[in-house]
């Protein structure tokens, strides 16, 4: 599909999901099953370090009902960045806010993009996520995202929105949430990644205790 055919069909996509949202701005608000700010502090061989709390004004910003954001480091000093971010409903002006947008307003520019599959243990099934190297100035990190719509891994964008209006038309229901992984780039930009498979390895199947299926 040609890129302009691309960008219609995200665009009509996104104005039939801001379309629905409008519609459905009294829809269910789904709690979360438990707080993230009790996210386990030690996941396989990484221990919890410092915790980031937004400001008013960021909060403002995302209208997100919960989330942790926090640095887990290793034995060998290797540090990385978990966030959550959970919206019991989506309406207009509290919506999912992608990486895409957030990181360039950072001042972090793609480098590469990329999905990956992660092969989680039994008895999950592998997921596939969005896989960023991004960099700003001389410094490079790895980024691992995908949105977790009500029990589903989804990467894209597009994909997540289209799940969220089916799931508002079928269960009267927006609640959502996405998860990044980032990491400064130590070694190479392969070993990074793959530490950072190991790390949702470890951290993914404690999701399902927080985010409502």
């Given at each position: 599909?040609?890129?302009?055919?691309?960008?219609?069909?995200?665009?009509?996509?996104?104005?039939?999901?801001?379309?629905?949202?409008?519609?459905?701005?009294?829809?269910?608000?789904?709690?979360?099953?438990?707080?993230?700010d009790?996210?386990?502090?030690?996941?396989?061989?990484?221990?919890?370090?410092?915790?980031?709390?937004?400001?008013?004004?960021?909060?403002?910003?995302?209208?997100?009902?919960?989330?942790?954001?926090?640095?887990?480091?290793?034995?060998?000093?290797?540090?990385?960045?978990?966030?959550?971010?959970?919206?019991?409903?989506?309406?207009?002006?509290?919506?999912?806010?992608?990486?895409?947008?957030?990181?360039?307003?950072?001042?972090?520019?793609?480098?590469?993009?990329?999905?990956?599959?992660?092969?989680?243990?039994p008895?999950?099934?592998?997921?596939?996520?969005?896989?960023?190297?991004?960099?700003?100035?001389?410094?490079?990190?790895v980024?691992?995202?995908?949105?977790?719509?009500?029990?589903?891994?989804?990467?894209?964008?597009?994909?997540?929105?289209?799940?969220?209006?089916?799931?508002?038309?079928?269960?009267?229901?927006?609640?959502?949430?996405?998860?990044?992984?980032?990491?400064?780039?130590?070694?190479?930009?392969?070993?990074?990644?793959?530490?950072?498979?190991?790390?949702?390895?470890?951290?993914?199947?404690?999701?399902?205790?927080?985010?409502?299926?």
């Amino acid at each position: 599909m040609r890129q302009a055919a691309r960008v219609s069909v995200s665009l009509a996509i996104l104005l039939g999901a801001l379309l629905v949202l409008q519609l459905r701005s009294t829809g269910e608000a789904v709690p979360i099953r438990k707080p993230l700010d009790s996210f386990p502090a030690t996941l396989g061989e990484w221990q919890a370090r410092r915790g980031t709390i937004f400001s008013v004004g960021i909060l403002d910003k995302l209208k997100l009902t919960d989330y942790v954001m926090r640095d887990y480091g290793d034995e060998r000093g290797r540090s990385l960045n978990l966030y959550i971010g959970y919206w019991d409903t989506q309406r207009k002006g509290a919506v999912i806010h992608s990486p895409k947008n957030c990181l360039p307003g950072a001042g972090w520019e793609p480098v590469e993009s990329s999905f990956v599959t992660i092969p989680l243990p039994p008895p999950h099934p592998p997921i596939i996520v969005n896989r960023y190297l991004i960099q700003k100035d001389r410094d490079q990190q790895v980024v691992l995202y995908w949105y977790q719509s009500q029990g589903q891994v989804i990467a894209g964008e597009v994909p997540a929105r289209i799940a969220m209006v089916k799931s508002a038309l079928v269960r009267n229901r927006t609640d959502g949430a996405i998860v990044r992984v980032m990491s400064p780039v130590y070694g190479s930009a392969r070993e990074t990644s793959e530490r950072l498979v190991a790390y949702v390895q470890a951290m993914y199947p404690v999701l399902g205790d927080y985010l409502p299926d």
